[in-house]
């Protein structure tokens, strides 16, 4: 036995030694990519750094989403040109039961507005009908569903909104509340990105689970605009 314990702890020692060094590198490049360093970035991968080094504390976002979250287009590409998994996902703890799950990249890029790294990612074939899902975790340990979000409803401008669309988001999918992506843009987004949803033939008069329609949601966020355009489309 002895004979072969030696070998073992001597090649997993070797093993080490090569590795923590590169694994040391993540941490700098995860602070770099989300500051959108560009220059620190390449030299860290010049080294070794993994394009796909993830958060472990907190959340598992990667390089490739902090860049994309921050819309450092110049990081984002450097990251997927080293080989950065365009659609990992990852999960963010949220509060001491919750945890968002299967977040991407293009996820983070769409909530930056930043158009230039949205067409990146695709240009990567990132995934545009992913959905993120929030989880929460009960006192008896049990995990459930309580609620999701695909990509599209993640965009935060009618350019993103639109590139979204043009590369395959689909514009009649629902969160898991029954929201339509037209219920989201009354809420959240502007007339412009609310026209354009209406042009697309998008129906104002349909209702999410709680019975409300997208001039609800407007009139409930306060959203004049959107209010006045879809009271004239009902």
Sequence with gaps: MPKIIGPLVLAAALLWAQTAPL?????????????????EVKSLLKRGASPNAAN??????TALMLA????????????????????????????ASGVNAGLTALMEAAA????????????????????????????????HSAGCRPVIMHAVNLAVLRLLAEHGADLHIKDCDGNSVLMFA???????????????????????????????????????ENMEILGAAH
């Design 23 to 39: 694994v040391r590198l993540d941490a700098p490049l995860l602070t770099a990519a989300d500051e959108g360093k560009v220059t």
């Design 56 to 61: 472990t504390d907190g959340n598992t976002l």
């Design 68 to 95: 994309a979250r921050g819309g450092h287009s110049s990081v984002v590409r450097l990251l997927l040109d080293a080989g950065a998994n365009v659609d990992t996902t990852a999960t963010v703890a949220v509060g």
């Design 112 to 143: 930056s507005g930043d158009a230039a790294t949205v067409q990146l990612l695709f240009e990567h074939k990132a995934n545009p009908n992913a959905k993120a899902i929030y989880e929460v975790t009960d006192s008896t340990g049990a995990t």
């Design 186 to 224: 009354a809420e959240y987004l502007d007339g412009a990105a609310v026209q354009y949803l209406l042009s697309k033939g998008l129906d104002p008069r349909e209702h999410n689970s709680k019975g409300l329609t997208a001039l609800d949601l407007a009139k409930q966020a306060e959203k004049t």
